[in-house]
RNA sequence: UGGGGUGUAGCCAAGCGGUAAGGCACAAGACUUUGACUCUUGCAUUGCGUAGGUUCAAAUCCUGCCACCCCAGCCA
């Protein structure tokens, strides 16, 4: 790695190229550290995408680390979860690290030495005392009156309680820095809380338990992390992170804890809580579900890694709050599927079709490319036939203007086969349109000499020969449009169900190409002059289900 | 009312004392066997939260003010 070949592009990169020139580095070792009690969802991406992304400019690596220092809250399916996820995005940690197992050791040794420094107390005051003497915002907090007993005490009291000798809650370890510190997390941080909850990984081996603000700098400092990338959230943390890494690592390097805005989506529900509202309560079909922007769900609907990475790195490293519209994700997710996702025809809404000039039982084959932007991705055969299907919105009787489909006596062209001309419409009992019949057009064949004939426009089809009924899933927004910011009207307490979209999932069917027969869950198709689809993975080989991922755009304007 | 953070177009965002990049959205047009894609054009004419100051020159430096966000779990 040469620094001076690398440009900055944020202002942590630039951090890091002064560190790296100046020598303070000569690596950039990055973490990943989720606990986990939840999945992964697109506001996480964002940290990984960082840390990975910045490690990677630099040469350096990054760690995938579960923080799994509180037992109440953790389970081993969410940690499984995110080495998929992990995978799936296209990233890949240089080691998988469970906190619990590979640092609680050396936390605890690095709490003694603190102790020993006089630095460190065990405190015997109840949670509730803890609280009344914090103070508050505005006012200074009150020492506790176990803060200066003799350290060699305080250790005792510290091995006991790692022994087992006290009640779970009775003691903590608290660090001893300001009890009037303007910045109340300075205030006495607790390390080190007594807890006989069993833990996912290891057990019951512990029965205290380090706290964040002590355990994430210790981490950091032991794996030899040098910028720990979080969210702004963690911004009044980072006095509390140096304390402790000035107080408690004598390593060389020490490990530097840089914060970024959060990623926002307008009338995007995000956040782990609510997201397991709506798994729990059974809004959605689990924390796979389309509709949710975890990373599962954005699979399953049929986003691409790296459309969603696309949308992430456009989003900048900026300290400044910011709430994305939505259009922006799909940008990058269409950009990505346009350049990926195989054509096919499937008529969503039927409209029968007799080609009357076409004797029945006859069918000629046609090709479809199946990426017209990608010149190695070939073509795949579909029929044309005497009965087909059309989109029911590509015919009108009443074409309003500007309209460049079917119409009575017009021509148009099918995708792939022949223009036709429609000469008669008939229709049933109520007066609706049961059928077109219409004839088609020789020499008019894709590729064929005479196939140059100027049409207004082009329709997809299928032949009804080479067809089958499949079912389509449509999505629309989870939480009701007025909600721009869904997440902060739950937060001051405006009922979930107040809040969620009416059937915001909607099943239709639809006729497909032979072809898609050949479709696989999480693979990508553009459904010609529709949208993005993908297989979901509940289907089978009787039933298939197409995921709307999401729509083409479509800039004709009705009126 | 304590501490910290942030204010550049409808939404993001570059800019780091030398005269407002880029993207999304939007609008108009070209092309098109997908009304997609692609392409072209327009989109902050002294305006960068605001009021002053320094300077030949300020979004950039200084001072005051205003607005919004975060922090008082034995959560992360």
């Given at each position: 790695?040469?620094?001076?070949?690398?440009?900055?592009?944020?202002?942590?990169?630039?951090?890091?190229?002064?560190?790296?020139?100046?020598?303070?580095?000569?690596?950039?070792?990055?973490?990943?550290?989720?606990?986990?009690?939840?999945?992964?969802?697109?506001?996480?991406?964002?940290?990984?995408?960082?840390?990975?992304?910045?490690?990677?400019?630099?040469?350096?690596?990054?760690?995938?680390?579960?923080?799994?220092?509180?037992?109440?809250?953790?389970?081993?399916?969410?940690?499984?979860?995110?080495?998929?996820?992990?995978?799936?995005?296209?990233?890949?940690?240089?080691?998988?690290?469970?906190?619990?197992?590979?640092?609680?050791?050396?936390?605890?040794?690095?709490?003694?030495?603190?102790?020993?420094?006089?630095?460190?107390?065990?405190?015997?005051?109840?949670?509730?005392?803890?609280?009344?003497?914090?103070?508050?915002?505005?006012?200074?907090?009150?020492?506790?009156?176990?803060?200066?007993?003799?350290?060699?005490?305080?250790?005792?009291?510290?091995?006991?309680?790692?022994?087992?000798?006290?009640?779970?809650?009775?003691?903590?370890?608290?660090?001893?820095?300001?009890?009037?510190?303007?910045?109340?997390?300075?205030?006495?941080?607790?390390?080190?809380?007594?807890?006989?909850?069993?833990?996912?990984?290891?057990?019951?081996?512990?029965?205290?338990?380090?706290?964040?603000?002590?355990?994430?700098?210790?981490?950091?400092?032991?794996?030899?992390?040098?910028?720990?990338?979080?969210?702004?959230?963690?911004?009044v943390h980072r006095e509390v992170y140096e304390w402790f890494v000035?107080?408690?690592?004598?390593?060389?390097?020490?490990?530097?804890?840089?914060?970024?805005?959060?990623?926002?989506?307008?009338?995007?529900?995000?956040?782990k809580r609510y997201l397991k509202q709506l798994v729990e309560s059974?809004?959605?079909?689990?924390?796979?579900?389309?509709?949710?922007?975890?990373?599962?769900?954005?699979?399953?609907?049929?986003?691409?890694?790296?459309?969603?990475?696309?949308?992430?790195?456009?989003?900048?490293?900026?300290?400044?709050?910011?709430?994305?519209?939505?259009?922006?994700?799909?940008?990058?997710?269409?950009?990505?599927?346009?350049?990926?996702?195989?054509?096919?025809?499937?008529?969503?809404?039927?409209?029968?079709?007799?080609?009357?000039?076409?004797?029945?039982?006859?069918?000629?084959?046609?090709?479809?490319?199946?990426?017209?932007?990608?010149?190695?991705?070939?073509?795949?055969?579909?029929?044309?036939?005497?009965?087909?299907?059309?989109?029911?919105?590509?015919?009108?009787?009443?074409?309003?203007?500007?309209?460049?489909r079917l119409t009575p006596n017009g021509i148009v062209r099918l995708?792939?086969?022949?223009?036709?001309?429609?000469?008669?419409?008939?229709?049933?009992?109520?007066?609706?349109?049961?059928?077109?019949?219409?004839?088609?057009?020789?020499?008019?064949?894709?590729?064929?000499?005479?196939?140059?004939?100027?049409?207004?426009?082009?329709?997809?089809?299928?032949?009804?020969?080479?067809?089958?009924?499949?079912?389509?899933?449509?999505?629309?927004?989870?939480?009701?449009?007025?909600?721009?910011?869904?997440?902060?009207?739950?937060?001051?307490?405006?009922?979930?169900?107040?809040?969620?979209?009416?059937?915001?999932?909607?099943?239709?069917?639809?006729?497909?190409?032979?072809?898609?027969?050949?479709?696989?869950?999480?693979?990508?198709?553009?459904?010609?002059?529709?949208?993005?689809?993908?297989?979901?993975?509940?289907?089978?080989?009787?039933?298939?289900?197409?995921?709307?991922?999401?729509?083409?755009?479509?800039?004709?304007?009705?009126?």
């Amino acid at each position: 790695m040469d620094i001076e070949n690398i440009t900055p592009t944020n202002f942590i990169e630039e951090e890091i190229v002064k560190d790296l020139r100046e020598g303070k580095i000569d690596k950039v070792i990055t973490r990943c550290p989720p606990e986990p009690s939840g999945y992964w969802h697109i506001g996480h991406c964002k940290a990984w995408v960082i840390n990975f992304e910045t490690a990677l400019k630099f040469g350096g690596y990054t760690y995938l680390r579960m923080d799994d220092t509180n037992p109440s809250r953790e389970q081993g399916e969410f940690a499984e979860s995110y080495l998929d996820d992990l995978k799936w995005l296209g990233y890949t940690p240089k080691a998988v690290i469970y906190a619990s197992e590979a640092y609680f050791e050396g936390i605890y040794n690095l709490a003694e030495k603190l102790i020993m420094k006089g630095l460190a107390y065990v405190d015997e005051l109840s949670q509730e005392e803890q609280l009344k003497m914090k103070g508050t915002l505005t006012t200074p907090g009150i020492n506790s009156p176990y803060r200066d007993r003799p350290k060699e005490e305080s250790l005792k009291l510290f091995r006991e309680m790692r022994a087992g000798k006290f009640p779970d809650g009775s003691l903590t370890l608290r660090a001893k820095i300001d009890m009037s510190h303007p910045n109340i997390l300075m205030r006495d941080p607790i390390m080190y809380k007594i807890s006989r909850e069993h833990h996912y990984k290891t057990g019951d081996k512990w029965c205290i338990y380090p706290i964040y603000d002590f355990a994430h700098p210790m981490e950091d400092a032991l794996e030899g992390v040098t910028y720990s990338l979080c969210d702004i959230t963690f911004r009044v943390h980072r006095e509390v992170y140096e304390w402790f890494v000035d107080n408690c690592w004598d390593g060389e390097v020490k490990p530097k804890q840089r914060e970024f805005s959060t990623l926002n989506l307008e009338n995007v529900l995000l956040g782990k809580r609510y997201l397991k509202q709506l798994v729990e309560s059974k809004y959605v079909m689990g924390w796979d579900d389309p509709r949710l922007l975890t990373i599962v769900g954005m699979k399953r609907r049929g986003y691409t890694a790296q459309g969603i990475k696309n949308f992430v790195k456009s989003c900048g490293v900026v300290a400044s709050e910011s709430t994305i519209p939505f259009s922006s994700l799909e940008y990058y997710i269409r950009e990505d599927l346009n350049k990926v996702a195989t054509r096919a025809m499937v008529v969503l809404n039927p409209l029968k079709v007799i080609i009357t000039n076409m004797e029945d039982g006859v069918t000629e084959e046609i090709e479809i490319e199946n990426n017209p932007n990608d010149e190695n991705s070939g073509k795949h055969k579909a029929v044309f036939a005497r009965e087909i299907y059309i989109e029911r919105e590509d015919f009108s009787d009443n074409p309003p203007p500007k309209y460049n489909r079917l119409t009575p006596n017009g021509i148009v062209r099918l995708k792939g086969a022949y223009v036709i001309k429609c000469n008669n419409v008939v229709y049933d009992n109520n007066g609706d349109i049961d059928h077109l019949e219409c004839e088609y057009l020789k020499n008019t064949k894709s590729g064929q000499e005479g196939s140059n004939i100027k049409v207004k426009g082009t329709i997809h089809f299928v032949a009804k020969c080479n067809s089958f009924d499949c079912t389509i899933r449509d999505f629309k927004n989870l939480t009701k449009d007025e909600y721009l910011w869904p997440g902060k009207a739950l937060a001051q307490g405006v009922k979930i169900d107040e809040i969620l979209q009416q059937n915001s999932l909607v099943t239709s069917r639809a006729k497909a190409e032979k072809f898609l027969k050949t479709a696989t869950p999480y693979s990508h198709y553009q459904f010609m002059r529709k949208g993005y689809y993908t297989l979901d993975k509940d289907s089978t080989k009787d039933e298939y289900i197409f995921n709307s991922t999401i729509s083409l755009k479509d800039s004709f304007k009705k009126n």
